[in-house]
């Protein structure tokens, strides 16, 4: 109501851990009701956060496949393979250009999550030069497990936790967890490899599966649920107030 803006990242793990697309055992493989847990947790959590943001064009990526034509692996490549324009019109506009890309990719690895976290950064580091809390990024990670790159990964975000940025992790899948537990910095500060603690924590993990069987805004609500404090946290921080300061009319009865 502020006038801040949020403005939505998604980025999909396609690393051969998930199994053949092809196959109906695969995270990937899209069944014939047209779901997974992939485009489950995206339509969740993007139907939530669209409403934040006002132009409702959303940058997506993906991660840990091996793209057309070069077959080189890539860690952070565009769903619409547009590099110059990685935005798609809406939640409905990730979750076609999902569909539309996974049958063009192979599933390789390793599982890198620092180069799409320094991508969006970088973005947020812009946004630093503001005067009012006008811009916020989240970025939204489906994974299914096992990080590679853990060392920067943790350098990334222990450099995020300085800017406008939240970091939402969805676990897809039965993998051990533990590592995006330890990300979350819930238990503790994260630190970088060289001791340095982030300036606040600005990652929440939830594993798909604790929401299987829950209506869909179970896992929004509990994937959504730290982002507002950690924005009012961050303005708060930098003394950054919303661009519209003028005091919302409190209707009686109401918080």
Not at 228 to 249: E, H, I, R, Y
Request: charged share 15%.
């Amino acid at each position: 109501m502020g006038g801040c803006q949020i403005n939505f990242t998604v980025a999909v793990d396609f690393t051969g851990s998930n199994g053949d697309p092809r196959s109906p055992q695969s995270l990937h493989y899209i069944s014939p009701q047209g779901v997974n847990e992939y485009l489950s947790a995206i339509w969740s959590v993007g139907n939530v956060i669209q409403d934040y943001d006002s132009d409702k064009m959303f940058p997506a990526f993906g991660f840990g496949a091996q793209i057309p034509p070069t077959w080189q692996v890539s860690h952070e490549f565009p769903l619409n393979f547009n590099p110059s324009s990685p935005f798609c019109a809406g939640i409905e506009g990730v979750v076609e250009a999902y569909r539309v890309c996974l049958p063009q990719v192979k599933l390789y690895g390793p599982t890198n999550f620092s180069p799409i976290i320094n991508h969006v950064a970088c973005f947020a580091k812009q946004a630093l030069q503001q005067t009012t809390a006008s811009q916020y990024f989240v970025l939204l990670i489906i994974t299914d497990g096992v990080i590679t790159d853990m060392d920067e990964t943790r350098n990334s975000i222990v450099n995020a936790s300085r800017l406008p940025m939240s970091i939402i992790i969805v676990g897809v899948g039965g993998a051990d967890f533990s590592a995006m537990e330890f990300l979350d910095g819930d238990d503790g500060r994260l630190r970088s490899l060289s001791g340095e603690p982030a300036m606040r924590d600005i990652v929440q993990f939830v594993p798909f599966r604790q929401f299987k069987n829950a209506p869909r805004e179970a896992l929004a609500k509990s994937v959504l649920a730290e982002v507002p404090g950690q924005v009012v946290d961050f303005c708060n921080t930098m003394k950054l107030s919303p661009p519209n300061s003028t005091p919302a009319p409190n209707p009686a009865g109401t918080m």
